[in-house]
């Protein structure tokens, strides 16, 4: 088992900053993944930015994480339309994070008659835009949502987010739309493809049971629980399963990222 060579998935949100800040250690960390060669991938459920967006607001945090080690639902979700209809055409809400990755594998953005309706975060949801979304299902468009999450941070509290909006969308339809990103282990796989790793050598690090760790498990992966976020020791025992390591932050893996489980 000390042969073992790890691949690391990274939430960003609660792991490696909070509120727009830095969390303690996370840069330390990310060098000694970088210093000792391990390939990594941060990965987000939030759909507004693209991954060149996401690095710059993580460059003024104090993190230096590259374009191509950033994978987003919105990403995950393109990946998945462009492998189920190559070249295709969806009617979209979301921002550019969204709209510039589907149109990256050639979709095409239509109010009419599209194959999908894509559902993703945006700042400034439109009655009309989901309205719209309503008539087109019902019209036989295939409903994909980027991510389920409920609400979403904002400085002044929470507010909506992709899973009450297609909530929404859904009771006035009758239509479940199919979420890629996490809890889906989809994303996860297309993390892994996009690293070309296996899950049998790949860990997840995250501060939710019900989304990180959940897909984790579910994708074959090792996990580990950072207390920096929303879960807590407390609150990971009500679940029916478990991280493989509960850790205070990524603080605690300095030093041991070549052997975060003390396989060595």
């Given at each position: 088992?000390?042969?073992?060579?790890?691949?690391?998935?990274?939430d960003?949100?609660?792991?490696?900053?909070?509120?727009?800040?830095?969390?303690?250690?996370?840069?330390?960390?990310?060098?000694?993944?970088?210093?000792?060669?391990?390939?990594?991938?941060?990965?987000?459920?939030n759909?507004?930015?693209?991954?060149?967006?996401?690095?710059?607001?993580?460059?003024?945090?104090?993190?230096d994480?590259p374009?191509?080690?950033?994978?987003?639902?919105?990403l995950?979700?393109?990946?998945?339309?462009?492998?189920?209809?190559?070249?295709?055409?969806?009617?979209?809400?979301?921002?550019?994070?969204?709209?510039?990755?589907?149109?990256?594998?050639?979709?095409?953005?239509?109010?009419?008659?599209?194959?999908?309706?894509?559902?993703?975060?945006?700042?400034?949801?439109?009655?009309?835009?989901?309205?719209r979304?309503?008539?087109?299902?019902?019209?036989?468009?295939?409903?994909?949502?980027?991510?389920?999450?409920?609400?979403?941070?904002?400085?002044?509290?929470?507010?909506?987010?992709?899973?009450?909006?297609?909530?929404?969308?859904?009771?006035?339809?009758?239509?479940?739309?199919?979420?890629?990103g996490?809890?889906n282990?989809?994303?996860?796989?297309?993390a892994?493809?996009?690293?070309?790793?296996?899950?049998?050598?790949?860990?997840?690090?995250?501060?939710?049971?019900?989304?990180?760790v959940?897909?984790?498990i579910?994708?074959?992966?090792?996990?580990i629980?950072?207390?920096?976020?929303?879960?807590?020791?407390?609150?990971?025992?009500?679940?029916?399963?478990?991280?493989?390591?509960?850790?205070?932050?990524?603080?605690?893996?300095?030093?041991?990222?070549?052997?975060?489980?003390?396989?060595?």
């Amino acid at each position: 088992m000390n042969e073992r060579r790890w691949t690391y998935l990274s939430d960003m949100d609660g792991v490696l900053v909070k509120e727009e800040h830095l969390v303690p250690g996370a840069d330390e960390f990310l060098a000694e993944l970088k210093a000792n060669g391990i390939d990594f991938l941060v990965l987000t459920n939030n759909s507004i930015y693209t991954p060149r967006d996401l690095r710059a607001r993580l460059e003024r945090t104090g993190l230096d994480i590259p374009e191509e080690s950033i994978w987003t639902s919105a990403l995950a979700t393109a990946k998945f339309l462009s492998s189920q209809r190559p070249n295709g055409s969806a009617f979209v809400i979301g921002e550019a994070g969204l709209t510039t990755a589907l149109h990256e594998v050639g979709y095409v953005l239509t109010e009419r008659d599209p194959d999908y309706v894509v559902l993703g975060e945006t700042r400034t949801y439109s009655f009309s835009a989901i309205t719209r979304a309503i008539r087109l299902i019902e019209g036989g468009a295939k409903f994909i949502a980027t991510n389920p999450d409920a609400t979403g941070p904002s400085l002044e509290g929470s507010m909506p987010a992709t899973g009450s909006v297609a909530a929404l969308i859904e009771r006035a339809t009758g239509r479940s739309p199919y979420y890629v990103g996490k809890p889906n282990p989809l994303m996860m796989r297309s993390a892994l493809r996009r690293l070309g790793a296996h899950s049998e050598s790949t860990l997840m690090i995250g501060d939710r049971m019900d989304t990180d760790v959940h897909s984790g498990i579910e994708a074959g992966l090792q996990t580990i629980l950072v207390l920096t976020g929303i879960s807590s020791r407390e609150s990971a025992e009500r679940y029916p399963y478990r991280p493989t390591l509960v850790i205070d932050s990524v603080a605690d893996l300095i030093g041991r990222t070549l052997d975060p489980f003390g396989e060595g």
